[in-house]
């Protein structure tokens, strides 16, 4: 039986980040309960079980399926409601990342269990021995203690970044066990018909240490080469605001926000973002925030650690030649 069992992602055979984020709280979990931390991969190698295993897991399923092969989400859902059957954990981690946000309540409604959302932190009750959740509500103005008195396992949806990973230990040994799924292909509703991979460059949104977001108050789409600049200088992403998206500027895989990409970045600037409560629930765990907007009253100052009060035009020209400057000296 599995005390924690962390649901993992890969990138082809490759642990993803978040994997050893969550493998970090299962193993705090997991060390003050005395119950052993198991991870699960889907279609994952006995390579990745081990990365997965020096990364703090104490054993690792393999869920081997020729339906997961597209990794269509009814076939993880089904796959992985298997493991958990087999496993028996406790807890159950999950990532609040694309895959994640909707594996997470569908696991949760096979299994008939509850799940708390958009976690910051997960921790053991002294007390009771149960999970306390810790996750953001009213627009990141305040933080929820959740916990789950009657149901087992108890399920959290952890957000990127949220714990930094363990140092990888290559001497640490753990059971690899190959779970054959078995699924029937009646359970995928969806039927792939193309895969279109989008070409990125430089950082990832959701990995940068700094974020240059803009917002509406830009005026339009071109003042983004000016923040694309800013966001060079300081090894940086853009990010946008989700008007910024629907008003078709840039893609949504720019927008920042409860239904964009959360981010963790040492220093977030915005530049003509309002702060609207959507848009903070994706931003709120920044460690500093500094903001630009003419409009003193705007909802983004009661975030952020430094703020300027007027146009942009009239304070980014000079504060990127500024970074410029101390960048080329």
């Known amino acids: 039986m599995a005390g924690v069992l962390v649901v993992g992602e890969l990138n082809g055979d490759t642990l993803q980040s978040i994997t050893g984020e969550l493998l970090a709280a ?11 931390v198991a991870v699960v991969l889907l279609n994952g190698s006995e390579e ?9 897991a104490d054993k690792a399923y393999l869920a081997q399926d020729d339906v997961l092969a597209d990794l269509q989400l009814d076939a993880q859902v089904a796959a992985l409601a298997k493991v958990c059957n087999e496993a028996q954990p406790s807890v159950v981690l999950v990532g609040r990342t694309l895959s994640g946000r909707d594996v997470g309540p569908r696991l949760a409604f096979r299994l008939g269990v509850g799940l708390a959302q ?3 932190e997960v921790e053991t009750d002294g007390d009771s021995g149960k999970v306390v959740a810790v996750r953001p509500v009213y627009g990141g103005n305040a933080l929820a203690k959740v916990t789950f008195p009657d149901t087992s396992p108890q399920m959290v949806v952890l957000r990127a970044k949220a714990y930094e990973p363990l ?5 640490r040994t753990g059971e690899i066990v190959v779970v054959n799924t078995d699924l029937d292909p009646s359970v995928v509703k969806a039927r792939l018909v193309e895969t279109v991979r989008q070409e990125s460059e430089g950082v990832r949104l959701e990995d940068a240490n700094v974020v240059i977001g803009g917002g509406r108050g830009l005026g339009g789409p071109e003042p983004f080469d000016q923040l694309e600049d800013l966001a060079g200088l300081l090894g940086g992403a853009v990010g946008a605001s989700r008007a910024v998206c629907d008003a078709g500027w840039l893609d949504h895989s720019y927008q920042v926000g409860l239904t964009g990409k959360t981010i963790t970045p040492d220093l977030y600037i915005t530049v003509g973002i309002s702060g609207a409560s959507q848009h903070m629930a994706g931003c709120s765990a920044s460690k500093n925030i500094v903001a630009i907007n003419r409009d003193g009253d705007a909802n983004i100052f009661k975030s952020a650690n430094f703020g300027v009060v007027g146009d942009w035009k009239n304070v980014l020209p000079s504060f990127i030649e500024t970074v410029r400057e101390l960048v080329d000296s």
């Open 26 to 36: 299962g193993r705090g979990i997991g060390d003050a309960s005395g119950e052993e």
């Open 48 to 56: 990745a079980g081990q990365a997965a295993i020096a990364l703090g």
């Open 118 to 120: 958009d976690c910051l």
């Open 167 to 171: 140092d990888a230990d290559e001497s």
